[in-house]
C-alpha cells in the first residue's frame, strides 16, 4: 500500500496514545485466551480417557468402597484384558491448602501397564514395582517440593490414620497431560496391611479388548453384583471424568459472562480512543481530499490504522498467553492440569480483533470519508 | 477553585467519549463486584454454617467429616463429658452424626449426577444447631425412613417435595420436611435419622459428633481435655472456625480469579481513561491557557482536571455498582473440594463489596487521570495561546 507512511506517520503522532490503546488491546486478548483456555482444558480433560478402559465403582457414591476381591471376578469375564484397581488416599503433605495433591494406592503393574501415559524410566519403574513401600510421583510435584528419587517422605493420614513413610523410586511425566503431573501412586499391598487386610479397592479399571464391547462389559459386570453387598456402577473412563467436571459447577458460564464482560469494555476504551484520534484530524482529512484523495482512500486508512493497533495487540496479548502460562507451569491449582492456549484460541482471538478493528474504525473512516470539505476547513482554526 | 461546573459543562461537550469512559470503568467495576461477591457468597455460606457454641469432634487427624469415624463407645464418653451443655429436657445436647455422599441425578442432565450430603442426625441435633428451622413439614419420626431437605436442594433435583419418595442407597426415603438455615452449607443436605442411615452405609460408627458447649469461652479447656484422653482419639473443632476453614483452595481460587481478572482489566480501563483525559486536555489547550491567563494557579488547574476525571470515575463506579446488584442472591453451585460434596450458594453483594467496587473505579480515575491534568497545569500559556 502506498500510503503506508500516513497510517505510520499517525500512529506516531500521539506515541503515548497508541501505546496505550495497543496494550488495552493486548490485556483484552490475554484475559480472553486465558479464560477460554479455562473453558477449553476442562473440556479436554472431560473427553480423556482411553476408549478401553472402563472405571466401575460403587453404586451407592464415590466415597463407598469396592471388595478387592471383585477384581478376580471382573477378570473372570468375556472381553476383559486386565483389571486394576485404586484407593483415594486423603492425607496432608505440608500445612497449607495450597501444598494439596491426589494421592493413589494402586496396584503397581497392572495399573502401570493400563496407563501407558504414565511415562518414567525403565529402571525406575522396575525399583518402584520391586518395592512395597516405594512410591512414584509426578515430575509437576517433585519439582514443586524439591523431592529427589531415593527421598523418603512423610503422609499425614487423614482418612487412614497415621504416619506414612514412603521412599520415592520414580518420577513419572504424563504424556496425556490430563493424567496430571502432580499425583502420587504408592502400593495398594502396603496400604492393605497397613489397614489389617481390609481388601478394599475405591475403584477398579477394567481394560477391555475392543472398544465396541464396552457397553456390553460394562453391564455385565455390573450384572454380576447387582444383589452383592456393594452394587457397582460402571462406565468408560470418558464417562467417569465427564462427571468429574461437571463437579465444578457451571465455570463455563461464569469464564463467558467476564470474557464477554472484558471484551466489551475494551472495545469502548478502543472505540473511544479512535474516534478521539480521528476528530482531531478533521481539518486534515479535509485538506487531503482536497488535493485529491479520494472519499475510498480517506476511509481505507482510517480503518487500516486501527486495524494495526488492534492486530498489535492482538499479537502481543496472544503472544504473551501462548508463552506466559507453560513458563511458569500454570496448572489452576492442580484442576487445570495441561492448561494450554489452543490454536483455535487464538484463531477466536484474531477474529475478536478484527471485529475490534471494525468495530472501532468504521465510524470515525466513514464519518472521514463522508466529510464535507468546505464545512470541514471552516472549522480549521 | 475553577468550579466544577466548567467540568461539567466540559464532559457534556463530548458525550460520546465521556460515555464510553464511564461505562468502560462501571463494567470493570461490575465485574470486579461480581467475582467477589462469588467469593463472600461462599464464605458466608460456609462461615454461617458452624455456630462458635458449638463443638464438632472428629477422629485424631481427620481433616474432613467425610474421612472421619468414631465409635458407640466414643460418642457415650463424649455425652457424658462435663463440657457438654443440657438440653431442657435434661439430656446432653450432642449429636452423633453419620455423614455420607449420595450420587443424585441432575435433572437438566440425566447422565451427570452430584454428590449430597446425607447427614443422620440424633433428634438433639435440630436444638444444637440452633440455626436450623423447619419451613415446611414436620421432623423425621424416629425409627422411620423420612429424609429432611435443605432449602437450597429444591428446585436443583427432583423428588424432592413432601410426600416424595426419594431413591438413593438402595432405599425409597420419604421427605417429610424442608429446612432452612440461614443460608448455610446445611441448606445443601439431607437430614435424617442416624440410626436409620448408619447400618445402610458403613457400619458401626459416625463421623463425626457435634455438641453445644457448656460455656463457649471454655472451647479450650474442652479441647484440651477431650483430646488428651486417648480412650477418645479424636480432634475437637470449634464448628465455626472448621467450616470457615474449608473456604480452602476454591477460597484462594476465586480470590486469584477475581484480583487477577479485575486487575487487567483495570489497567486496561486506566489507558482508556488516559487517552480520554489527554485527548480531552489536548482539544482544551487553548481553554487552558486562557485559564491559566486570567490567574487560575497550575494547582488549581490540576485539580479541576483530576475532579473531571473523577467524576467521570464516579459515575462509572455508581453504574458499575448498580449492574452488580442484580447478581445479589443467585444460587451458584460448586464443590466443596474438602468434603468433596456440592453446595450451593448465592452470590452476595453485600454494602461494603459495593463501596469497595465504587472506591476501585474511583482509584482507576485518579490514576488515570492524574498525568493529563499534570499535563494542563504544566502548560505554557504563550505557546498555548498562540
Redesign the interface.
Known amino acids: 500500500m502506498k500510503y503506508w507512511h500516513l497510517v505510520t506517520a499517525n500512529l506516531r503522532r500521539h506515541k503515548l496514545r497508541t501505546a496505550l490503546t495497543i496494550l488495552s488491546v493486548a490485556l483484552a486478548l490475554f484475559l480472553f485466551a486465558s479464560l477460554r483456555s479455562v473453558v477449553t482444558t476442562l473440556h479436554t480433560n472431560s473427553q480423556f480417557g482411553g476408549a478401553r478402559r472402563l472405571v466401575a465403582m460403587n453404586k451407592t457414591g464415590i466415597v463407598f468402597i469396592l471388595p478387592v476381591s471383585y477384581a478376580n471376578k471382573i477378570k473372570g469375564l468375556r472381553g476383559v484384558r486386565s483389571v486394576s484397581w485404586a484407593n483415594w488416599f486423603g492425607g496432608k503433605y505440608g500445612e497449607n491448602a495450597r501444598d494439596f495433591f491426589p494421592k493413589f494406592a494402586i496396584d503397581p503393574e497392572s495399573y502401570l501397564g493400563m496407563y501407558p501415559e504414565i511415562k518414567l524410566p525403565e529402571d525406575q519403574k522396575q525399583a518402584f514395582l520391586r518395592e512395597r513401600t516405594a512410591a512414584l510421583v509426578g515430575k509437576g510435584i517433585a519439582d514443586k517440593f524439591g523431592w529427589k528419587v531415593d527421598q523418603n517422605i512423610t503422609i499425614q493420614g487423614t482418612i487412614f490414620p497415621g504416619d506414612w513413610t514412603f521412599t520415592i523410586r520414580g518420577i513419572y511425566e504424563p504424556s496425556d497431560p490430563a493424567i496430571g503431573d502432580n499425583v502420587m501412586f504408592f502400593h495398594h499391598e502396603y496400604f492393605d496391611e497397613r489397614l489389617g487386610h481390609a481388601g478394599i479397592a475405591g475403584w477398579f479399571v477394567v481394560e477391555i479388548n475392543n472398544a465396541d464391547s464396552a457397553a456390553a462389559v460394562a453391564k455385565e459386570i455390573d450384572d454380576q453384583f447387582q444383589n452383592s453387598s456393594a452394587a457397582t456402577k460402571t462406565g468408560t473412563e470418558k464417562e467417569f471424568q465427564a462427571g468429574f467436571a461437571t463437579m465444578l459447577g457451571n465455570v463455563s458460564l461464569l469464564m463467558g459472562a467476564i470474557g464477554t464482560a472484558v471484551v466489551f469494555a475494551i472495545l469502548l476504551i478502543t472505540a473511544n480512543a479512535m474516534m478521539m484520534s480521528a476528530s482531531e484530524r478533521t481539518g486534515e482529512v479535509a485538506v487531503m481530499k482536497t488535493i485529491g484523495f479520494s472519499n475510498r482512500t480517506v476511509f481505507t486508512l482510517v480503518l487500516v490504522e486501527a486495524g494495526v493497533i488492534a492486530l498489535a495487540g492482538a499479537v502481543i496479548g496472544l503472544g504473551v498467553a501462548k508463552g506466559f502460562y507453560p513458563l511458569i507451569k500454570f496448572q489452576g491449582f492442580g484442576f487445570l492440569p495441561g492448561f494450554n492456549v489452543t490454536p483455535l484460541t487464538m484463531l477466536w482471538g484474531l477474529l475478536l480483533a478484527l471485529g475490534l478493528m471494525l468495530a472501532s474504525g468504521l465510524v470515525p473512516a466513514m464519518r472521514a470519508a463522508r466529510l464535507p470539505i468546505v464545512q470541514a476547513l471552516r472549522r480549521v482554526e | 477553585m475553577i468550579p466544577l461546573v466548567y467540568n461539567a459543562r466540559s464532559m457534556m461537550q463530548r458525550p ?2 465521556t460515555t ?2 464511564a ?2 470503568i462501571a ?2 467495576v ?2 470486579f463486584i ?2 467477589l461477591a ?1 467469593g463472600q457468597g461462599l464464605r458466608a455460606a460456609l462461615a454461617r454454617t458452624g455456630s462458635d457454641r458449638n463443638a464438632l469432634v472428629l ?6 467429616e ?2 472421619s469415624g468414631i465409635g458407640r463407645d466414643a460418642a457415650r464418653v463424649l455425652a457424658a463429658s462435663p463440657h457438654v451443655a443440657t438440653g431442657t429436657d435434661g439430656r446432653p445436647l450432642l449429636s452423633p452424626e453419620v455423614y ?4 443424585l441425578p ?1 435433572p437438566n ?1 440425566p ?5 449430597v450430603v446425607v447427614r443422620g442426625v440424633s433428634d438433639q441435633a435440630w436444638s444444637v444447631r440452633s440455626n436450623i428451622q423447619l419451613v415446611a413439614g414436620n421432623r423425621p419420626t424416629s425409627g422411620r425412613m423420612e429424609i429432611c431437605v435443605g432449602r437450597k436442594l429444591l428446585g436443583r433435583f427432583e423428588h424432592l417435595d413432601i410426600g416424595a419418595s426419594l431413591h ?3 432405599r425409597d426415603w420419604t421427605v417429610v420436611c424442608h429446612f432452612s438455615a440461614a443460608g448455610s452449607a446445611f441448606e445443601s443436605e439431607i437430614w435424617a435419622e442416624n440410626e436409620q442411615v448408619m447400618p445402610l ?1 458403613r457400619g458401626e460408627v459416625f463421623q463425626s459428633i457435634t455438641f453445644r458447649l457448656k460455656d463457649a469461652g471454655a472451647f479450650d479447656d474442652a479441647k484440651r481435655a477431650l483430646e488428651a484422653d486417648p480412650q477418645l482419639g479424636v480432634d475437637v473443632h470449634r464448628e465455626s472456625d472448621f467450616y470457615a476453614k474449608q473456604v ?2 476454591l477460597g ?2 476465586l480470590s486469584v480469579l477475581a484480583f487477577g ?1 479485575t486487575g ?2 483495570a ?3 486506566i ?2 481513561a ?3 483525559m ?2 480531552a486536555v ?2 482544551r489547550t487553548p481553554e487552558i491557557a486562557v485559564l491559566l491567563t486570567v490567574g487560575f494557579r497550575p494547582r488549581q488547574v490540576l485539580l479541576s482536571f483530576l475532579a473531571e476525571c473523577l467524576l467521570i470515575a464516579t459515575v462509572g463506579a455508581v453504574l458499575g455498582a448498580l449492574l452488580a446488584l442484580p447478581v445479589n442472591g443467585i444460587v ?4 466443596n473440594w474438602t468434603s ?1 460434596s ?1 453446595i450451593a450458594f448465592s452470590f452476595r453483594v453485600t454494602p461494603l463489596l459495593l463501596l469497595l467496587g465504587i472506591a476501585f473505579g474511583v482509584v482507576m480515575g485518579v490514576v488515570g487521570g492524574f498525568f493529563p491534568a499534570w499535563r494542563a497545569s504544566r502548560l505554557r500559556v504563550i505557546q498555548a495561546l498562540r
Open positions: 460520546v467519549s464510553f469512559t461505562v468502560g463494567l470493570v461490575a465485574v461480581g467475582m462469588l477422629r485424631k487427624g481427620a481433616d474432613s467425610l474421612a455420607v455422599l449420595v450420587p441432575r442432565n447422565t451427570a449426577v452430584a454428590n438413593f442407597a438402595g452405609f480452602g483452595i484462594i481460587m481478572v487487567i482489566m489497567v486496561g480501563a489507558f482508556g488516559v487517552n480520554t489527554y485527548a489536548a482539544a451458584t453451585s460448586t464443590t468433596f456440592e
